[in-house]
């Protein structure tokens, strides 16, 4: 059973800073793309940023230049620092890996997300 669990939501003000963390447990052989979703009241489920185990990443255009995604891939987690919050990053933040573990390959999973909430 893999699960993935995240932290680090929170309250901010705009402008201010928070830092996800995202860590992968259970029968892993490896982890291939990680990345960050976040869905907001009323609205789809969107990408946020994604990581290659090899490093390459991927931002959605509204985050580019505030927020960074990164991997530690000996401790099986990922990371999202956001700088520059704006009230419009109000969302539920989800972390996503490509895993594959012991009885069942490949597979997609996500974690049971995290509230950011910027205050104006």
């Known amino acids: 059973q893999v699960q993935l669990v995240e932290s680090g939501g929170g309250l901010v003000q705009a402008g201010g800073s928070l830092r996800l963390s995202c860590v992968a447990s259970g029968s892993i052989f490896s982890i291939n793309a990680m990345g960050w979703y976040r869905q907001a009241p009323g609205k789809q489920r969107e990408l946020v940023a994604s990581i290659t185990s090899g490093g390459r990443t991927n931002y959605a255009e509204s985050v580019k230049g505030r927020f960074t995604i990164s991997r530690d891939n000996a401790k099986k987690m990922a990371y999202l620092q956001m700088n520059s919050l704006e009230p419009e990053d109000t969302a539920v933040y989800y972390c996503?890996?490509?895993?594959?573990?012991?009885?069942?390959?490949?597979?997609?999973?996500w974690g049971q997300g995290t509230q950011v909430t910027v205050s104006s």
């Open positions: 996503n890996a490509e895993v594959l573990s012991i009885g069942r390959g490949w597979a997609n999973y």
